[in-house]
């Protein structure tokens, strides 16, 4: 079993249904599933670190991620961005990247999916990320759970029941 010390979800098709609602005057809005959120307190409760790196720069994510008290949010890392950013807080960590378990939908998710110790995605994913092969394809849809579903897995590979 990986000895994962650090939990890192991408937002928009993930820990969201990748639907973005935008109010009458320009305001985004999210819908964010409450057992994901439970998964990653969950995880930091067992003593893994849990953060957010994402491509997208807004209050909203924010917001979410300090009412959750995640230890980590990276946000605006497109281009190769996000594998440099989780390398950044694996160096502040003193953890490898074989220690992280990453879960994402989308083609700039990919390099960072394919660098981590254990990698995961929504059941929707894009085909280029279910094609990747060390990911693990979870039953749930982005927005739907499917970070729990990883979360739950993780926990039980620690306590050495799966």
């Known amino acids: 079993m ?11 098709g993930t820990l969201t249904d990748g639907g973005m ?7 985004v809005m999210k819908k964010f599933n409450a057992r994901d959120g439970m998964g990653l307190q969950l995880l930091q409760k ?15 994510v924010e917001r979410r991620a300090e ?3 995640l230890d980590f949010l990276v946000q605006g ?9 989780c390398g950044d807080i694996c160096e502040s960590l003193a953890i490898g990247l074989d220690e992280v378990a990453y879960i994402g ?3 700039n998710c990919i390099e960072l999916l394919s660098a981590v110790g254990m990698a995961a995605c929504p059941a929707d994913a894009v085909a280029e990320v279910k094609a990747i092969p060390s990911v693990r394809i979870m039953s749930l849809k982005g927005g739907e759970g499917c970070v729990r579903e990883f979360a739950d897995i993780i ?4 306590e050495g029941q799966a």
């Open 21 to 27: 609602y935008y109010t009458a005057d320009g305001d």
């Open 2 to 12: 990986k000895n994962i010390r650090l939990f890192l979800t991408d937002v928009d």
């Open 46 to 60: 067992a003593g893994i670190k849990a953060g957010i790196i994402t491509s997208e720069t807004t209050r909203l």
């Open 105 to 107: 939908d989308d083609v």
């Open 77 to 85: 890392k497109r281009d190769g961005g996000k594998l440099a950013a």
């Open 155 to 158: 926990l039980r590979l620690k």
């Open 67 to 69: 009412k959750l008290g």
